[in-house]
């Protein structure tokens, strides 16, 4: 069945850096795509979405990044803060069946740490 | 508001009992889904549902069971087939599409 996959298990920065988030999707014909942060103990929460006929797209502080010729997706969060200390999450929508497309596939996560 | 409300947030259960989580969701969503997230780990799709009084197998469906006799309800029941309860479990609603995929706050399972 379909996977998503992460490159970076931990990813550690200094407050006020840059983070990139990498995922490596495996279904060519998944046309949408979505981060999620999650908390300790919390559901997690929509960050931002981008469907497959962009490559990128920007909400506040954060950028979706997506390379469908390598299938992969990155997240990007600038000027990263303590409060963006958590794990990260991508899904991809898997291939449409009929009208529909049935459900997510999650990848396994990134723990985000962020040093004062 | 709209949102989706999952009960209770904590819940323990005796061996051999079967035990059931509540999902609710105010949201007009057609789809609703559970997951089941173990430590450190990323989610898992227990079972999922399209459309109200019809429901499908996730990735581990075994030791659970479902049912969706209202749009707006989708109670799971971990039996006391599922051998290794404890776990942290997450409801989500969205669209046909997919889209507006939000989640609960999610119930901690811990068998005593």
């Known amino acids: 069945g379909e996977s998503v996959g992460l490159h970076l298990p931990t990813l550690s920065v200094q407050e006020g850096d840059n983070s990139i988030i990498n995922c490596a999707y495996s279904n060519s014909a998944s046309d949408y795509f979505i981060w999620y942060k999650q908390e300790s103990g919390k559901g997690p929460q929509f960050i931002i979405d981008?469907?497959?006929?962009?490559d990128k797209r920007q909400g506040q502080r954060v950028t979706v990044l997506l390379n469908k010729t390598v299938k992969h997706l990155s997240l990007q969060i600038a000027a990263t803060q303590p409060g963006d200390s958590a794990v990260y999450f991508c899904?991809?929508?898997?291939?449409?069946?009929?009208?529909?497309?049935?459900?997510?596939?999650f990848g396994r996560g990134t723990q985000l740490t962020v040093w004062p | 508001d709209g949102g989706i409300t999952q009960s209770p947030k904590y819940l323990f259960r005796k061996e051999g009992q079967n035990v059931t989580l509540s999902c609710e969701q105010n949201l007009n969503h057609d789809a609703m889904y559970w997951y089941r997230q173990d430590p450190g780990q990323g989610l898992r799709l227990i079972y999922y549902s399209q459309i109200v009084n019809d429901f499908q197998k996730g990735d581990i469906a075994e030791g659970y069971s479902v049912s969706r006799e209202k749009k707006e309800s989708f109670p799971l029941t971990v039996t006391s087939a599922q051998k290794n309860p404890t776990a942290f479990y997450l409801c989500?609603?969205?669209?046909?599409?997919?889209?507006?995929?939000?989640f609960g706050s999610g119930t901690r399972l811990t068998v005593v």
């Open positions: 981008i469907r497959s006929n962009m």
């Open positions: 899904a991809e929508s898997g291939p449409r069946r009929g009208s529909t497309l049935g459900r997510l596939y």
């Open positions: 989500a609603s969205s669209t046909r599409d997919v889209r507006g995929y939000t």
